[in-house]
């Protein structure tokens, strides 16, 4: 670590690093945590970059499960009345046969799954929601190049602060090499 004072600060509040920080020296970059700390000196930087994303899996996902949903509402009423109709027709010529009950309790079993599959559905849409939500929030994420190895450090959504701690290591970097 640096005996020198640190030229600028980030604080990760949300996404996977939320809790820990990064603390630009003038000779090293320090990622610190409650458990750990890690220096990489700015000599083995070789590029910085910071970009914005939008998660495209997860809008595809909630997408996908919006349209399951749809499946599901649309597969309910039919196959309720087909169950309702099945079941009057075993009723009605039932008379008192031990197979024909067996008969019917799996009809009204499938008759209560078709009267399910909306509330599945509404649930399924409310997966999607959130999925397309957190997608869409995307991620900002600063990446250090070293030598061969890429090091990501991601934050939840569009972060300008992210940005002004990636633009202050790249002018302290390219500064640093004149």
Known sequence: MSSAAP?????????????????????????????????????????????????????????????????????????AALATTATNEVVAQAHGHSVASAVISVLQSLQSFAHALPVVAAALVLWAAALFALGWLGATTLTLTLGAVERDFPVRGRNAMLYDFAEAASEHLLSARR
Do not use: C, Q
């Open 7 to 79: 030229i600028t600060t980030y604080d990760f509040t949300s996404g996977p690093l939320r809790g820990t920080h990064l603390t630009l020296f003038p000779d090293s970059l320090l990622h610190r945590g409650g458990a750990f700390a890690e220096t990489i000196p700015m000599r083995a930087v070789a590029g910085i970059r910071v970009a914005f994303a939008r998660d495209e899996r997860l809008i595809g996902w909630g997408t996908a499960l919006v349209v399951v949903a749809l499946v599901l509402v649309g597969v309910s009423g039919p196959l």
